[in-house]
């Protein structure tokens, strides 16, 4: 974003502000732009079309859909705990994990929108 730029430490870039050469939100941006996008690649919701025992598929935004695996060790919540018996076809979840080369996710949380909660009769 600031490639015509160069700066080397925190008053160079208080100096560049303060000359109109670049804003505040420019610096902001070149900072933490890749953080922001490792970070919004670990976040994903969607509705769940599929599930079996390890994996299950998310329709997304967008029309795609997104495999999910999860294990034991996968973290699933809603208002209390949850478990994957509380997963259903239809509803939406958001996954928090590590996107693969592939497109897959391995989901280290799955949190279930409020809406999707079912309880125990």
């Known amino acids: 974003m600031l490639e015509d730029i160069s700066y080397k430490n925190d008053e160079e870039i208080v100096s560049l502000i303060q000359s109109g050469k670049v804003d505040f939100f420019s610096i902001l941006i070149d900072r933490y732009e890749e953080k922001i996008?490792?970070?919004s690649r670990k976040l994903l919701s969607g509705e769940v079309i599929t599930k079996?025992?390890?994996s299950l598929t998310l329709k997304i935004q967008d029309?795609?859909?997104k495999?999910?695996?999860f294990s034991n060790s996968t973290q699933i919540s809603k208002t209390t705990n949850?478990?994957?018996d509380n997963i259903e076809i239809g509803k939406q979840i958001t996954v928090n994990g590590e996107q693969n080369s592939d497109g897959s996710y391995i989901a280290k949380t799955i949190q279930l929108s409020p809406n999707?909660?079912?309880t125990q009769k």
């Open 116 to 118: 999707t909660i079912r």
């Open 37 to 39: 996008r490792r970070y």
């Open 67 to 69: 495999i999910v695996f």
């Open 63 to 65: 029309g795609g859909s």
């Open 52 to 54: 079996d025992d390890e």
């Open 82 to 84: 949850g478990s994957i």
